[in-house]
């Protein structure tokens, strides 16, 4: 939620709100993201797209039907109905929010997830959220850095750079960071070692100036 520029909760149209669509809630709420409202599962019987609006306002979530301000879409994902509409007004709220970001610029993200893979070493998952980042260049994420030998799509589809909000998994990294650690592309191998170092010795002299304080 806290790396994210648009929440969409989705809720069953037969279950409504569950337990864990009160825990998104929360989260997207604590973030402060924008939410769309995907109900889901239009094309069963049992759909009362109606009982999961009331729901959602008994949690102060008003759907512009019943005179709020959040957009909710009626969408089936097994026939494909109403998935062009979710899109169509994903990109009207990116607009509204201004979400804009420069390709033409150093790659900077955030780390998803990472893994130590027993053949290939550290991996991590990164999104892109401004710049572009490209194999060969020298990169920090969080407390360790490196040079990116090699970028993967969401389908593991070799990639040479990767864009604002394309998610990819690098190669290349001494160590696995941490999930939520930036990530940010650095021009020289040297500088982005130093900004490491740097910050290593920062953390060392922590303990004891906090103890002086």
Request: net charge negative; hydrophobic share 40%; proline share 7%.
């Amino acid at each position: 939620a806290r790396v994210t520029d648009i929440a969409v909760l989705v809720v069953a149209a037969d279950d409504g709100i569950m337990p864990q669509t009160l825990e998104a809630i929360n989260h997207a709420k604590a973030a402060e993201v924008p939410i769309v409202v995907a109900i889901n599962k239009m094309d069963l019987p049992g759909a009362d797209p109606e009982r999961v609006k009331r729901q959602l306002s008994e949690r102060n979530l008003l759907v512009e039907d019943w005179g709020g301000d959040i957009i909710s879409v009626e969408l089936s994902a097994r026939t494909g109905e109403g998935l062009t509409d979710l899109l169509e007004n994903i990109l009207v709220v990116a607009e509204v929010s201004e979400l804009k970001a420069n390709p033409n610029r150093p790659g900077h993200g955030v780390v998803i997830e990472a893994r130590v893979d027993k053949t290939r070493g550290p991996l991590a998952t990164v999104l892109v959220q401004n710049g572009t980042l490209r194999v060969g260049e020298p990169v920090v994420a969080g407390e360790t850095w490196g040079r990116i030998k090699a970028m993967a799509d969401h389908a593991g589809r070799p990639v040479r750079e990767a864009g604002p909000s394309q998610p990819v998994e690098i190669l290349g990294l001494d160590r696995a960071p941490k999930p939520g650690d930036s990530v940010s592309a650095f021009p020289e191998a040297r500088k982005a070692r130093e900004y490491v170092q740097e910050q290593e010795r920062r953390r060392e002299r922590l303990p004891t100036s906090v103890l002086r304080a």
